[in-house]
């Protein structure tokens, strides 16, 4: 059973940081891309940032780029998003997904997800 637990979320004001991580469970970590979504109330899902597996090249998207870093540790089957200068428009839920689709104007996940973490920044 494949199972993808996020932690580190919580309430920054402005100007601060946060790294959030993902551990993945049920599955071959290493093989894996891993990408980090974000959802704020009444608004989609929107892609944050991806990492691949063979390589470990990043994704971002514009706005976060330069702000927000990727990362993976394969041996402890985890990724993580470090999240600097976080705005309050960078509220909302973020969860962590396997192989995501992370080209386009608009980036999906396939598979699996976790179950989010808050992060929630203060003006």
């Known amino acids: 059973q494949v199972q993808l637990v996020e932690s580190g979320g919580g309430l920054v004001q402005t100007g601060g940081s946060l790294r959030l991580s993902c551990v993945v469970s049920?599955?071959?970590?290493?093989?894996?891309?891993i990408g980090w979504f974000r959802q704020a109330p009444g608004k989609e899902r929107e892609g944050v940032s991806c990492?691949?597996?063979?390589?470990?090249?990043?994704y971002y998207k514009s706005y976060v780029k330069g702000r927000f870093t990727i990362s993976r540790d394969n041996a402890q089957k985890t990724a993580y998003l470090q999240m600097n200068d976080l705005k309050p428009e960078d509220s909302a839920v973020y969860y962590c997904?396997?192989?995501?689709?992370?080209?386009?104007?608009?980036?999906?996940?396939?598979?699996?997800w976790g179950q989010g973490t808050q992060v929630t920044v203060s003006s």
């Open positions: 997904t396997t192989d995501p689709v992370c080209i386009g104007p608009k980036w999906s996940g396939r598979n699996h």
């Open positions: 049920g599955l071959d970590f290493q093989y894996t891309t």
């Open positions: 990492i691949s597996s063979y390589d470990g090249q990043t």
